[in-house]
């Protein structure tokens, strides 16, 4: 695992799911550690990833329960899941 995950203060829980996850998928999670929300075009510069792979691992996350997904009009604003964030 990256540095940035093992040093996190995540729960043994927490680890367990990030370790599963996809390389963009843990890159959209670490992005989002920290941040209550945010839009989903912030996210897209933070992580890098283009719109459609963007779209397309926020819609893996959100299957699994990692995150939320508030939709605001034209924004969509993404936050990790109470479940997740539950140590």
Request: aromatic residues 4%.
């Amino acid at each position: 695992q990256p540095i940035a995950v093992k040093n996190s203060g995540f729960s043994e829980r927490q680890m367990d799911s990030i370790r599963l996850l996809g390389e963009n998928e843990e890159k959209v999670v670490m992005a989002l550690v920290g941040e209550p929300s945010i839009a989903q075009r912030n996210l897209m510069a933070k992580t890098g990833l283009p719109k459609s792979t963007l779209s397309r691992t926020i819609k893996r996350l959100e299957l699994k329960g990692l995150v939320k997904v508030s939709y605001i009009g034209y924004t969509n604003k993404i936050g990790l899941s109470k479940e997740f964030l539950e140590k």
